[in-house]
């Protein structure tokens, strides 16, 4: 028997159902390009966003960039990838303008231009007596001048020119860090002391001084997160006065520990069996850092046992 052709109405109803099927997109990947004046401090640079979680690479080909730039583009592990090219490159230098117009067509790029006064520059040479990439053959003051006039076209491209004469090494990450850092989640963790301090706790606080539900036999059984258990312990004013002073305390102190390069803190609450008073305590605090604007996840990890 000869099959049945399907329709023409059939046939565009298909066609629709398969157009509007979502397809599964991975996050968009992101490049940064490092480069500027040798001695401004582009590896300490690179070191800081190795700290927050970028892929690096120094002194990578300039005829490499596009290949590099598709790869990360179609990477399911690479999101993030920061890399340093400068005057070592030589003549194919004068190619990165056109390189990076066309990398920034195929994924989100940013580049940072570093800097610094003439002086300083002169200043660091001097201290480290390392010898300046364009050669030994002329003074380092010449060279310097001559590389500056190589990357003028070059820094004009940038998004962002950094003039590190008054920074430090240290100050340099920390303002790499506070621009390029997205915080991950902070966690509250709740946890019983008899089974052990959470080893990847960065703040431990002891709630073992509030009254312990687990002595009133209808509460035994159950977690700080039953109705019940939660207001007989938020029924003692310390109880409410704690939440309140931690609270504020962390909310003092999280902008302190982004500004110092900490990624995420792990906030440990501990009472003796972790399964009542510090499972209220940590999500008591995680709703009031989360009405102060932060990310904050509850782990609750020994409850129940």
């Known amino acids: 028997m000869p099959r049945r052709r399907p329709s023409q109405t059939s046939q565009r109803e298909q066609a629709k159902k398969r ?80 390189i990076i117009k066309s990398v920034r067509r195929m994924l989100p790029t940013k580049m940072i231009f570093l800097e610094a006064e003439e002086s300083v520059l002169l200043r660091r040479y001097s201290e480290t007596r390392r010898p300046h990439p364009l050669g030994t053959s002329a003074p380092v003051k010449t060279s310097l001048a001559d590389e500056r006039r190589r990357l003028s076209s070059i820094r004009a491209l940038a998004d962002l020119v950094i003039d590190t004469s008054r920074f430090n090494v240290h100050e340099l990450r920390s303002y790499i860090t506070a621009k390029f850092q997205k915080h991950k989640s902070d966690s509250c963790v709740s946890f019983g002391f008899r089974h052990g301090v959470p080893e990847d706790a960065d703040l431990v606080f002891d709630v073992r001084f509030l ?45 302190h520990y982004i500004h110092e390069g900490k990624s995420y803190l792990t906030i440990s609450f501990g009472c003796t069996g972790g399964q009542h008073r510090s499972v209220l305590i940590a999500e008591e605090v995680s709703k009031r850092l989360r ?15």
């Open 19 to 98: 157009k509007t099927i979502p397809r599964k997109t991975r996050p968009v990947g992101e490049l940064v390009i490092i480069t500027g004046m040798s001695g401004s401090g582009k590896a300490s640079v690179l070191k800081a966003f190795e700290d927050l979680g970028y892929y690096c690479v120094d002194n990578l080909p300039v005829g490499l960039i596009p290949r590099f730039a598709e790869l990360v583009g179609r990477s399911s592990e690479i999101e993030r990838t920061a890399l340093v090219v400068d005057v070592r490159e030589g003549e194919q230098l004068a190619s990165l303008p056109d």
């Open 211 to 255: 009254p312990n539900p687990h002595f009133v036999p209808e509460f035994r059984p159950l977690t700080g997160q039953h109705p019940k258990v939660a207001k007989y312990i938020r029924s003692f004013p310390q109880t409410k006065e704690f939440i309140q002073r931690i609270s504020e305390l962390l909310v003092y102190l999280l902008p």
């Open 291 to 305: 009405k102060s604007g932060y990310h904050v996840k509850v782990v609750h990890r020994d409850s129940p046992k």
